[in-house]
C-alpha cells in the first residue's frame, strides 16, 4: 500500500504557511526589517508588499524545485538515477518504484521546508514589534539547526529506503 501520509503533511504545512502569511500581514508595520546582524540589528528593510511576495516566493520556490525535480526524474532515462544499489533501481521493472519514492521523499522535505519558512517568517513578525526591530540570534540559529538536522535525517531515510531490496 502506498502512504498518503508525505502528501498530507505537505498539504497541511503548506496551508499553514499560507494562513500564518495572512495572519500576520495585519500586524505588520509598512517598513519591515527583514535582514538582521549577527548581533540582532537590522540591516535591511522592505515594504509590507515586498515583504509578504518575498517569503512567499521562498516558501514556495524551495519546495516547488525539489518536488518539481524528483517529479520530472520519471521522465529521464533510468540510467541517469543514482541511489544506491542503482542496478536494481534502474531496472525497468523497479524504476516506477524508485521515482515514487524520491517523489514521496520530496513531499517530506517540501513540508519540512514549510515549516521551516513558516516559523522563520513567525520570528521577522517578532523581531518587528520592537522598536527599533530586534531579531534575536539564537532562536534563528536553532530553527536553522533543525531544518539542517531534519534535512540530514531525511536523506538517511531515503538511502536507507533505497539500501532496502526486494530478493526474488
Known amino acids: 500500500m502506498r502512504s498518503k501520509l508525505p502528501l498530507l ?3 497541511a504545512t503548506a496551508t499553514v504557511f499560507i494562513a500564518s502569511l495572512f495572519y500576520f500581514l495585519p500586524s505588520l508595520p509598512d517598513r519591515i526589517a ?3 546582524g549577527a548581533t540582532g540589528q537590522p540591516n535591511g ?11 512567499t516566493l521562498v516558501g514556495f520556490a524551495i519546495p ?37 519514492i524520491l517523489l514521496h521523499w520530496s513531499f517530506s522535505f517540501g513540508a519540512t521546508s514549510f515549516l521551516w519558512t ?18 534575536a540570534p539564537t532562536p534563528v540559529m536553532m530553527l536553522s539547526g533543525f531544518f539542517i538536522a531534519s534535512t ?17
Open 9 to 11: 503533511f505537505l498539504i
Open 34 to 36: 527583514t535582514h538582521f
Open 45 to 55: 528593510w522592505m515594504t509590507r508588499e515586498q515583504h509578504i511576495i518575498g517569503i
Open 64 to 100: 516547488a524545485f525539489v518536488i518539481g525535480i524528483c517529479y520530472c526524474i520519471r521522465f529521464f532515462p533510468s540510467s541517469m538515477l543514482n541511489v544506491p544499489k542503482a542496478s536494481y533501481w534502474r531496472s525497468p521493472e523497479h524504476y516506477p518504484d524508485a521515482c515514487r
Open 118 to 135: 513558516s516559523i522563520l517568517n513567525y520570528q521577522l513578525v517578532l523581531a518587528n514589534r520592537y522598536n527599533p526591530p530586534f531579531l
Open 152 to 168: 540530514g535525517v531525511l536523506i538517511i531515510v531515503l538511502v536507507l529506503q533505497f539500501l532496502k531490496i526486494k530478493k526474488g
